[in-house]
Structures are given as C-alpha cells and as structure tokens.
C-alpha cells in the first residue's frame, strides 16, 4: 500500500473505534488523578458516533470525510477534547480538499496542518504534558521518513521509507512521546491546577493521540 484511499481512512477510522472502546478504562484510570476521570468515555463516544456515520459520509473525497468526522468528534467528545479532536481531523481535512488518496507526502501535509491547528487552539507546545508531546514526534517520524533508507524488503514509490513502515515509525514516536510526559508537570489544562503534583503521571490526551497513530499504522500494515 503507498497510498490510503476513502475506504482506507474508514477502516482506520473503525479500527480505532475498537481501540479506543477497548482501551476506554485505562485512559481513564490516566485521567483520575489529573482531570476529570472521563477520557476514555469521551474517546470511545466520539469514536463510535464517527463509526456510526461512516455509511453516510463521503469517501471519495478525502478533505470533506475528515472534515465531517472532525465535526462529530466535536459534538460528541466532552471536555477539552473534542475541540482540540475536532480541530485536528477538520485542520487536517482542510489540507486533503478533494483528494481521493493520500500518498505519504500528503498524509504527513494533512497531520502537520492538524497538529498545528491542535497547537493553535490549545495554546500548548511541546513539553506541556498534553497531545501535543506524541504528535510532534509522530510528525517528524513522518517527515524523516520520506528520505529515510528503506528497510530490506520494504518498497517505495520514492526514495524514502513505504507508508506501511513510516506510519510504525510515526507511531513509535507517539509511544515514546506519551511516555515522556510521565515526569513532565502540565501547563495547560485541568491537570494544570495540580501543579508539580501532576507529575509522575502519563497524559491521557498523548496517549490517545498514540492509540490513534497505531491503529492507523495497523490499518497501512494489513
């Protein structure tokens, strides 16, 4: 595969619909200490409404199927989340506007114009203890990947890595950038207020971020 179609945004799109329902407990018991123990609720509602609707929406275009499930995210995800969920799928949609397919140069275009839309809206950088620190390594394993050596038996289009291989990396990225908040004090957000006492526990927000990339990865590896 070097390039996601309509039909494969759905599927991934399902894929983390399953994930997240799967994984709603322990995103929340990330979020007890910190803010208001409802993460991985919110995550699995939003992501069951998109997946309630993929039937309705547009596929052939990429942009307005992105667009749409940013919209939804945004009705249905509680909290702070679904504005900044919703601002990164609609963002991210914006930079795909008519596209039938994303190719690996594109689909790192539409992620970079999401996290930026994230970062505009939340005000955050990295550093923060918020989605932010697993986006920004996932987007530039993307970008590095594009000329990155290809690992033997993969195959490109280009001369960098398949999408297959770079979406894995982007998503061990993500791992490891959710995994570095844990000592990380957050400056923004409801886990703010704790001050040094939110220390020593792992954003929900990058890590949902990372359950995101890795059913994305998953849905370009099958």
Known sequence: MQTLSGDHIAAWLERAADELEREK?????????IGDSD???????????????????????????????????LSTVGGASGPL???????AGQKAAGAAALDLAALTACLEAGLEGVRRRGKAAPGEKTMVDALVPAVDALRA???????????SAGGGASLADALARAAEAA???????????????????????SAGH????????WFLLRSLAATAGA
């Open 25 to 33: 407990m322990f995103l929340t018991e990330l979020d007890a200490p």
């Open 39 to 73: 993460h991985g609720v919110n995550m699995a509602r939003g992501f069951t409404a998109v997946r309630g609707r993929l039937d309705t929406l547009d596929r052939g275009d990429i942009g307005a199927l992105l667009r749409d499930v940013g919209m939804i995210l």
């Open 85 to 91: 969920y919703g601002t990164l799928f609609r963002d």
């Open 145 to 155: 990947a594009q000329s990155a050596p290809l690992p033997a038996g993969a195959r």
């Open 175 to 197: 791992r490891s950038g959710a995994e570095a908040t844990v000592p990380l004090i957050a400056r923004k957000g409801r886990a703010s207020y704790l001050g040094e006492r």
């Open 202 to 209: 792992q954003d929900p927000g990058a890590t949902s971020c």
